[in-house]
């Protein structure tokens, strides 16, 4: 009998033992792994708020040299080479085109097209001033002598948008 009493009394000792040193080695488990903190990401909230302009271009002639497309921002700078906001040359591939401008912020815009037969940049004119290449306005916009206003081949551009214009070159 003096067994089961030491026993009982092993075990009122112990029952509180057993749990301490499972708890106390899964601590020291659990702090000997590798911690690995997971930051979270924060979120992207840069909004792509550009646009785009295509441009479906008929009226092309030869399938040789590029399409220069000179992008105006302002009327102070329109069809001024050297104050031009953006400037692209597509290729010619085709005697009809589809071409389009990418990443514009929202505003008010007007274009001059080149088409650059020969490849060097600008509109080949005759000993009088009358373009030898053909060429054209946003909005299709044309004065009988010398170039339309920024007024007439302007347009806005709202924010997140695909704007087309259709446009045809002229040849004189």
Known sequence: MDAIK?????????????????????????????????????????IDSTSQIAIDISGIKKIEGSIVVALYNSADNFNNPSKVFREYYFPVTATKMLVTLDSIPEGTYAFAIIDDENN????????????????????????????????????????????????SLVFY
Not at 10 to 23: A, C, D, G, Q, V
Not at 125 to 137: M, Q, R, S
Request: contains cysteine; charged residues 25%.
């Open 120 to 167: 060097n940049k600008n509109l080949d004119k005759n000993g009088l001033g009358i373009p030898k290449e053909g060429f054209c306005f946003s909005n299709n916009a044309l004065k009988s002598f010398g170039p339309p206003s920024f007024d007439d081949a302007k347009f806005y551009l709202p924010i997140k948008t695909k704007l087309t214009q259709y446009v």
């Open 6 to 46: 030491n026993g009982q009394r092993y075990f009122m000792k112990t029952r509180f033992i057993f749990p301490l040193i499972l708890l106390s080695t899964s601590i020291l488990f659990f702090s000997s792994c590798k911690k690995e903190y997971i930051t979270p990401k924060k979120e992207d909230n840069t």
